[in-house]
C-alpha cells in the first residue's frame, strides 16, 4: 500500500512558477509509475504527466506545452511537479496518483493510490 501527500500549491499569478512535492510512504514507490493529475470545478479530472518507474521517461498531456517538468527522487520516495509559465485555466486542484504499471501511464483508470490534493490557483 502506498500513501500519497502532496504539497506546495498556492496562489501564483499568470506567468509565474509552482513547485508541487508528493510524498510517498509504504512500499512499492520505485517499482511504481508517478502521475500527475488536475481537476478544476465542474470539470472531470484529467491527465496532466507522467514518469516510469525508473525516471526516465516521461509522458505529458498536450496542455503543457513545455511548462511543465516531472521529476521524482526514489531514494527520497518524492516526486515533483515544477510548472512555469502558469495560465489562469491551469486554475485546479491537483494529484499525485500511483500507477502498478513501471512505464509511463496515462490512464487515470490504471491509478490505484491517490493523495488528498494540492490547490493551485493562477489568478492576477
Known amino acids: 500500500q502506498v500513501q500519497l501527500v502532496e504539497s506546495g500549491g498556492g496562489l501564483v499569478q499568470p506567468g509565474g512558477s509552482l513547485r508541487l512535492s508528493c510524498a510517498a510512504s509504504?512500499?512499492?514507490?520505485?517499482?511504481?509509475?508517478m502521475g500527475w493529475f488536475r481537476q478544476a470545478p465542474e470539470k472531470e479530472r484529467e491527465f496532466v504527466t507522467s514518469?516510469?518507474?525508473?525516471?526516465?521517461?516521461?509522458s505529458d498531456a498536450r496542455f503543457v506545452q513545455g511548462r511543465f517538468s516531472v521529476s521524482r527522487d526514489n531514494s527520497k520516495n518524492n516526486l515533483y511537479l515544477q510548472m512555469n509559465s502558469l495560465k489562469p485555466e491551469d486554475t485546479a486542484t491537483y494529484y499525485c496518483?500511483?500507477?502498478?504499471?513501471?512505464?509511463?501511464?496515462?490512464?487515470?483508470?490504471?491509478?490505484?493510490?491517490w493523495g488528498r490534493g494540492t490547490q493551485v490557483t493562477v489568478s492576477a
Open positions: 496518483a500511483a500507477s502498478p504499471q513501471s512505464m509511463t501511464d496515462t490512464d487515470v483508470e490504471d491509478y490505484d493510490y
Open positions: 509504504g512500499r512499492g514507490f520505485s517499482s511504481r509509475t
Open positions: 514518469i516510469s518507474a525508473s525516471g526516465l521517461s516521461t
